[in-house]
């Protein structure tokens, strides 16, 4: 996030974080409200609420303004809390965008307009746009990997640009917000006859047991199964559950599958299969 001079006078902090706190009480009330009918009203509500926590960021930023300037050398413990404030701006920043998009994204519900896509173009795409957030948590967020097939048709898939490209940027952050500091997000593409797969992975690597447990609830997640008795229902992230809509609706295939590593450490990946060409209803 850009630094800017703080607005004239002393920025009042407790009036925006007040205004924040208000807004997420009043955004998980109004939501759960029986007065809420549709996803628009849903949506201005999520407009509002975005206003009002971009409010209380900016309050943030100009009081971390006053207090670099305020400091002619700030000592390594202050710039590193500095340092860790900007990087939870632009954290929080990247969640209201999240959000907001989200939201558009599910209140959308024009048909797909299908067109032949680049598979490997889209991904990079989404790669660049979600560099930053990767950068702001410390994870390294890697060119995609591809299986060497020439370049031309081999990834080009039917699909919905206004869809295709934020449900990549989704699945992204999904992995990145997994991520521990200082681990990595790995984005791989190959091609198949009919299909082209995505395969992105989750950090950091599980011990076999957490793996196993990581690896059923995802695959319980995609494929829409009830957890047996004997297990816990997992907590999907909102990326995760807007992606799966967003997957299905072109027809593919999401899954989960296990990459075994060093160490008896076994790396959790997140799967897609895209059908090369649309299946019109």
């Given at each position: 996030?850009t630094?800017?001079?703080?607005?004239?006078?002393?920025?009042?902090?407790?009036?925006d974080?007040?205004?924040?706190s208000s807004a997420?009480?009043?955004l998980?009330?109004a939501?759960?409200?029986?007065?809420?009918?549709?996803?628009?009203?849903v949506?201005?509500?999520?407009?509002?609420?975005?206003?009002?926590?971009?409010?209380?960021?900016?309050?943030?930023?100009?009081?971390?303004?006053?207090?670099?300037?305020a400091?002619?050398?700030?000592?390594?413990?202050?710039?590193?809390?500095?340092d860790?404030?900007?990087?939870?701006?632009?954290?929080?920043?990247?969640?209201?965008?999240e959000?907001?998009?989200?939201?558009?994204?599910?209140?959308?519900?024009?048909?797909?307009?299908?067109?032949?896509?680049?598979?490997?173009?889209?991904i990079?795409?989404?790669?660049?746009?979600r560099?930053?957030?990767?950068?702001?948590?410390?994870v390294?967020?890697?060119?995609?990997?591809?299986d060497g097939?020439?370049?031309?048709?081999?990834y080009?898939?039917?699909?919905?640009?206004?869809?295709?490209?934020?449900?990549?940027?989704?699945l992204l952050m999904?992995?990145?917000?997994?991520?521990q500091?200082?681990?990595?997000?790995?984005?791989h593409?190959?091609?198949?006859p009919?299909?082209?797969?995505l395969?992105?992975?989750?950090?950091p690597?599980?011990?076999?047991?957490r793996?196993a447990?990581?690896?059923?609830?995802?695959?319980?997640?995609?494929?829409?199964?009830?957890p047996?008795?004997?297990?816990?229902?997992?907590?999907?992230?909102?990326?995760?559950?807007?992606t799966?809509?967003?997957?299905?609706?072109?027809?593919?295939?999401?899954g989960?599958?296990?990459?075994?590593?060093?160490?008896?450490?076994?790396?959790?990946?997140?799967?897609?299969?895209?059908?090369?060409?649309?299946v019109?209803?």
């Open positions: 996030m630094q800017h001079p703080p607005p004239s006078g002393t920025p009042d902090a407790s009036h974080l007040s205004a924040c997420t009480v009043d998980q009330t939501v759960t409200s029986p007065a809420v009918r549709s996803v628009v009203e949506g201005t509500l999520i407009e509002q609420s975005a206003h009002d926590l971009r409010s209380s960021l900016n309050a943030i930023q100009s009081w971390a303004y006053v207090l670099e300037r400091v002619d050398a700030a000592p390594p413990p202050a710039q590193r809390a500095l860790g404030i900007r990087s939870g701006m632009q954290q929080q920043q990247a969640l209201i965008e959000m907001e998009e989200a939201v558009r994204l599910l209140a959308d519900e024009n048909p797909p307009q299908w067109q032949q896509l680049d598979l490997l173009a889209a990079d795409q989404a790669i660049t746009d560099r930053p957030a990767a950068e702001a948590r410390g390294l967020l890697p060119p995609v990997e591809t097939a020439p370049q031309g048709s081999a080009q898939i039917d699909g919905d640009m206004p869809r295709l490209v934020p449900l990549l940027r989704h999904h992995c990145i917000w997994r991520a500091p200082g681990g990595s997000v790995g984005v593409l190959s091609h198949e009919d299909h082209v797969k395969r992105i992975t989750e950090s690597p599980l011990d076999r047991e793996s447990t990581r690896l059923n609830a995802l695959s319980d997640f995609f494929g829409r199964r009830v047996g008795q004997s297990s816990q229902t997992s907590r999907q992230s909102a990326a995760l559950l807007l799966r809509r967003m997957i299905e609706l072109h027809g593919a295939k999401p989960a599958e296990s990459l075994d590593g060093e160490n008896e450490k076994v790396t959790i990946c997140i799967s897609v299969r895209f059908p090369r060409h649309a019109l209803a």
